[in-house]
């Protein structure tokens, strides 16, 4: 597990950035935090990373919405009103092909990979403060914590 500070909302967006520009094709993110935590303000960074141009809003009512990218798409879903039973797989098809980001994935991922990174955005700090804690860690084989460093080590 892999914490890093955040100190504001732009510092998120450069997170993301970071994050995105190091994603590549069948990768898999799950986002998970209270509400307002910042994981749509994340996924707009990550979409700027993977050259997502225009702009990306927040799947909430739609569940999940695909976005060119330079290289790769970027499937940008909130599974927060879904559960196990749905069939996942079919919300989102051809993941394989794409940068696939979930807001409240948990219950879903299996249904979509075995492999996947979890990030977990916590505020540990009273109001007033937009400090967050971005938790970070890889699930399965595809992100071995060698990856997972290495990706939020890379230049912005
Ligand atoms: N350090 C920070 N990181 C991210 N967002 C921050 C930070 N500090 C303040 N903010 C603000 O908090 C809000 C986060 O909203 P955002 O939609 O990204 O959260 P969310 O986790 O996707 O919420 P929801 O669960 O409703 O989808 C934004 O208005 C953002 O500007
Ligand atoms: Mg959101």
């Known amino acids: 597990m ?9 510092a998120m967006t450069d997170l993301g950035r970071r994050l995105g520009a190091g994603l590549r094709a069948g990768d898999a993110v799950c986002l998970t935090g209270r509400l307002g935590a ?4 994340l996924t707009r960074g990550i979409a700027a990373g993977l050259g997502v141009t225009g702009p990306v809003s927040s799947p909430t009512f739609v569940i999940s919405r695909r976005y060119p990218g330079r290289d790769v798409d970027l499937i940008h879903c909130d599974a927060y009103r879904l559960s196990e039973d749905d069939d996942f797989a079919d919300v989102v098809p051809d993941a394989e092909r794409a940068v696939t980001v979930i807001e409240w994935g948990s219950p879903v991922m299996t249904a979509i ?9 916590v505020r540990t700090t ?16 595809d992100w071995a914590e060698a990856r997972v460093r ?3 080590a890379e230049a912005p």
Do not use: F, N
């Not at 892999?2 to 732009?10: Q, Y």
């Not at 109001?127 to 084989?141: I, M, Q």
């Open 2 to 10: 892999i914490s890093v500070e955040v100190h504001d909302a732009t």
């Open 38 to 41: 910042g994981k749509t303000t």
């Open 113 to 121: 990979s075995d492999s996947w990174l979890e990030v977990e955005i």
């Open 126 to 141: 009273g109001a007033g403060d937009e400090t967050r804690w971005v938790r970070c860690e890889g699930v399965g084989r």
């Open 150 to 152: 290495e990706l939020l």
